[in-house]
């Protein structure tokens, strides 16, 4: 009955690696999305999984980002060969429903890549 | 192109007063809106959101109000209290098209 949780919580990697982070929506929730927080920014809106239909990605910054949701449950957000502008905070929210239900947040994880 | 904008980047408010939080949109399609509010560390948490039919929400402390044809909400906060201080992200929906402003960082001083 938790909320939403988000592992690792913090990440430090070197250029070039890859990453993955994981979302452990709230149980019941349909739709999760994943955004991003650099410094001193505003959320940045990756991408969009509902239901069992196709993920809207049109946020993703490059092709070097992918995300799946297994069994429309967990979520993995996946940056291959990462880059220092990649560093930010990565924040998982999942609603009930959809778009306009309220969007409840997980704690983020902190991605640092030296 | 910022299509949702937060122009004062932080606000400091003395406590019991009024805080007043404006945003700015510029996509006519939104017609939900919603403030969330983040602590350091936390992620954003919600606080109250109006749909695009009415022009004022009321949650206990929190007032939301939409102008449509101004392109403009705000959200007041009275009394402010300490524990408010926070940084307020404006955000906006128009079908899967959601947006989140920069956010302002309000400080409510003792």
């Known amino acids: 009955g938790a909320g939403v949780s988000q592992s690792p919580s913090n990440k430090v990697t070197e250029k070039g690696k890859d990453v993955e982070l994981r979302c452990d929506p709230i149980s019941g929730h349909t739709a999760l999305y994943w955004y991003r927080q650099s410094l001193g920014q505003g959320l940045e809106f990756l991408i969009y999984f509902q239901g069992n239909s196709a993920p809207d990605k049109s946020g993703l910054p490059s092709d070097r980002f992918s995300a799946e949701r297994t069994g429309g449950s967990v979520s993995t957000l996946t940056i291959q060969r990462t880059q220092q502008e990649d560093s930010a905070v990565y924040l998982c929210?999942?609603?009930?429903?959809?778009?306009?239900?309220?969007?409840?947040f997980g704690p983020g994880t902190r991605l640092l890549v030296l | 192109d910022q299509q949702v904008k937060q122009n004062s980047p932080s606000l400091s408010v003395q406590e019991g007063r009024i805080s007043i939080l404006n945003c700015d949109y510029t996509n006519s399609m939104f017609d939900y809106f919603l403030w969330y509010k983040k602590y350091p560390a936390e992620g954003p948490t919600f606080l109250i959101s109006i749909s695009s039919i009415k022009d004022k929400n009321e949650d206990g402390r929190f007032t939301v109000f939409l102008n449509k044809s101004a392109k403009h909400l705000s959200l007041h906060i009275v009394p402010s209290q300490p524990g408010d201080s926070a940084v307020y992200f404006c955000a906006a929906s128009a079908r899967q098209n959601f947006v989140f402003g920069p956010g302002t960082r309000l400080s409510v001083l003792p």
């Open positions: 929210a999942s609603s009930l429903v959809g778009f306009q239900e309220t969007q409840y």
